[in-house]
Every structure is written in C-alpha cells, then in structure tokens.
C-alpha cells in the first residue's frame, strides 16, 4: 500500500482533485479524484484517503420522483426570494437586519443573515403552498 506524506505547509487535503468534464468527448474515460482526511483520534496513523470515481457512477439511474421535484421547486422559489430580498435597498433591509440581530444569539438562533432570511422566506412559501 502506497503512503503519502504530506510538506509541512498542508496540514489537510480534502475534497475533489481533479473533476470530470461532462463535455468533453472523452468524459468516459475521465476519472474525478477524491481525498478524505480524517482528524478523528484513533490508533491507525492512515488518516488520509484517495478515491477514484467514474463517470458512470456520476450519471442518475432513476427518473426524478414528484417528491424531488417538489423540494427543487420550493428551493428554486425561496433561492430566487432570497437573493431579491438580501440585495434590495429598501427599508425592509434595516428591519430585516435588526430582527437578524435581537434573534442571532438566541438558543435556536440562526447565525447568518442569509440563513436567517432563507427560514423566513422557506416559512413564507410553506405557508402559501401548503396552508
């Protein structure tokens, strides 16, 4: 078994190397290199993993089911409100950005503005749609 050592200055090396070109003619033959590194204590020294994956196990087998089209429905609507909603220069900005503040540290608090008008907007379209 190969081991790879790492220069001081990477500490980890996660996430995806190389990715495949979906467009390119020769896609099939392409692989996307994967690496893991796990910090977790544990008496293995081998904390670093390569994988190797193929376009084929890329590909969906599946036809999209009416629950999934759902969920990227209401995702592309509260997206879409989102974003019109945190880049507007209206005076709803400052209300929105204060009620972001008094709610921030609270228990159940979210902790960034987006997320905080995403649960807004995701409540809002839940209303509409389902109510």
């Not at 200055?9 to 392409?30: C, R, W, Y």
């Not at 609507?77 to 880049?87: D, T």
Request: hydrophobic content about 35%; proline content about 5%; some cysteine.
């Amino acid at each position: 078994m190969a081991k790879a050592s790492y220069a001081p200055m990477f500490e980890t090396v996660s996430g995806a190397l190389n990715k495949i070109n979906k467009k390119s003619p020769h896609a099939q033959d392409q692989k996307m290199v994967l690496t893991t590194h796990r910090k977790a204590p544990t008496t293995s020294p081998d904390c670093s993993r390569v994988y190797l994956r193929g376009l084929s196990s890329v590909s969906r087998t599946t036809p999209v089911t009416a629950k999934e089209t759902q969920v990227r429905t209401k995702f592309a609507a509260v997206s879409a409100a989102v974003n019109a909603r945190v880049k507007t220069t209206s005076p709803t900005y400052a209300d929105d950005y204060a009620a972001f503040l008094a709610q921030k540290d609270a228990a159940q608090g979210k902790t960034t503005f987006r997320s905080y008008i995403w649960s807004l907007e995701s409540a809002a379209y839940d209303s509409e749609h389902q109510g």
